[in-house]
């Protein structure tokens, strides 16, 4: 398996075929990945060291057997504060595929409920043996029943630990100017917005902007902005798109652009990533 290296630091990424869902097993020291975001869950598992991160302004330290659980937009970041570094393994969910699946476990989920988790990190040795179980034989491609039976076992487990809570909850009638900021910057992923024009599609000064996006979304703007484009980065580099047409798809200046803030964001390069999780034509 190829592996993308920088000093002490590693990462393996792969892909499986049947679900979509990415696996990724990773060591690191000191500092690891700046703040980020998916749009997936992602369910792992620490397996040495000290793995310490923020999931907003709450600080988590995760150890040898502790599983950590997050949803989709949660910001977090990641560094090793003791030597040695930590190393982990973790997998990516698609929501609508994870939804899919969940399904067929609950009786009735109506369409304005989503998936939570009820907390970001968990000691039931019950669902850490089940993420790595479900790692091991997605990351070695065993065959194709022995892969769906250990997923299948790790979804019975996470319901365990997860809620449905009301998807309208989190879209008031009456959106925030953070949120009408952000609606702009979804709509404008491609150009390059400045403060002066977030503030008017807010309907506020760009000074209480700058303060009210980064309490309603864990970053300033320009940090959302990019993050916004990595994940769409990440999509289409798994569907085959080069580095270079997809940095100019999602705003980035080149592909030099693009893989400076990919490393920063993953600990990986634009092409690695998609060398791993590309499927098959």
């Given at each position: 398996m190829t592996t993308s290296s920088q000093g002490d630091n590693w990462v393996r990424v792969g892909r499986d075929a049947d679900s979509g869902i990415e696996?990724?097993?990773?060591?690191?020291e000191g500092h690891a990945y700046d703040p980020h975001w998916h749009d997936t869950y992602a369910v792992g598992v620490t397996e040495q060291g000290v793995q310490r991160f923020h999931v907003g302004r709450v600080r988590h330290e995760s150890v040898p057997g502790r599983a950590m659980l997050l949803e989709p937009g949660q910001v977090h970041d990641g560094v090793g504060p003791v030597p040695g570094g930590f190393t982990y393994r973790l997998l990516y969910l698609d929501p609508g595929w994870l939804?899919?699946?969940?399904?067929?476990?609950?009786?009735?989920?109506?369409?304005?409920f989503e998936l939570s988790f009820a907390a970001t990190l968990c000691d039931d040795r019950r669902v850490t043996g089940a993420i790595a179980t479900a790692f091991e034989a997605l990351q070695e491609g065993e065959m194709r029943l022995v892969r769906q039976t250990a997923v299948d076992r790790l979804l019975a487990r996470l319901t365990d630990h997860a809620r449905w809570r009301t998807a309208a909850d989190?879209?008031?009638?009456?959106p925030s100017p953070a949120r009408r900021a952000r609606d702009y910057l979804h709509a404008h992923l491609t150009e390059d917005p400045g403060l002066d024009d977030l503030a008017a599609a807010a309907g506020v000064d760009r000074f209480r902007l700058s303060r009210s996006f980064k309490a309603a979304f864990g970053v300033p703007p320009h940090a959302y902005?990019?993050?916004?484009?990595?994940?769409r980065?990440?999509?289409?580099?798994?569907?085959?798109?080069?580095?270079?047409?997809?940095?100019?798809?999602?705003?980035f200046a080149d592909q030099s652009h693009l893989g400076r803030w990919f490393r920063r964001a993953?600990?990986?390069t634009p092409a690695y990533y998609r060398r791993r999780t590309k499927l098959p034509d």
């Open positions: 696996t990724i097993r990773a060591h690191f939804r899919d699946q969940m399904g067929r476990l609950f009786a009735q989920i109506p369409d304005t989190r879209t008031p009638l009456e902005l990019v993050q916004l484009r990595l994940v980065a990440r999509r289409l580099l798994a569907a085959g798109w080069s580095p270079a047409d997809t940095a100019a798809a999602v705003g993953y600990a990986m």
